[in-house]
């Protein structure tokens, strides 16, 4: 989102339209006062819309063209695959969700999903994420009472 108009922010929640099924899905930002209060300051001096990037080079705002753009060169610039789609930020925000410990059901619920096959094409597998599933793992077998493992045993006995 570049523009954010007026009707799109209520509460302290701005209303993304995704650009494939036109849906419109919350973003909340009560756990980011600080942003909240830069948006609405923003919203306060504009009478329709108010720019939410802008270029720091220029102070002007990014047009969807121009952003969509220098996206295509930073891989370029670092030696990485060209082959990244302006639209992949919205990959990029639901796999760090994924990475952050969020539920598929609080991804969806971001991403506007409907089904998890769905979601399931936008979080992708990381490290991370098995990473903290050993931890996990590790937790739940340090604590008193059974593990799958013990369960296993009492139920062939």
Do not use: C
Request: charged share 30%; net charge positive.
């Amino acid at each position: 989102m570049l523009h954010l108009p007026k009707t799109r922010y209520r509460d302290g929640v701005i209303r993304v339209k995704q650009s494939k099924t036109n849906v419109l899905g919350p973003v909340p930002l009560h756990e980011a006062p600080d942003l909240m209060q830069e948006i609405e300051a923003a919203l306060a001096q504009r009478t329709e819309t108010t720019t939410i990037v802008t270029n720091e080079a220029t102070g002007r705002p990014w047009t969807r063209h121009h952003l969509a753009r220098k996206v295509k060169e930073v891989p370029r610039a670092a030696g990485l695959n060209e082959d990244l789609w302006f639209e992949d930020l919205r990959r990029i925000g639901l796999t760090e969700g994924g990475d952050s410990g969020a539920s598929a059901q609080q991804l969806k619920a971001l991403g506007s999903i409907k089904t998890l096959a769905i979601l399931n094409t936008y979080v992708l597998p990381t490290d991370y994420q098995a990473g903290r599933v050993i931890k996990l793992r590790q937790k739940m077998r340090t604590k008193k009472g059974p593990t799958s493992e013990k369960a296993r045993k009492r139920t062939s006995e």
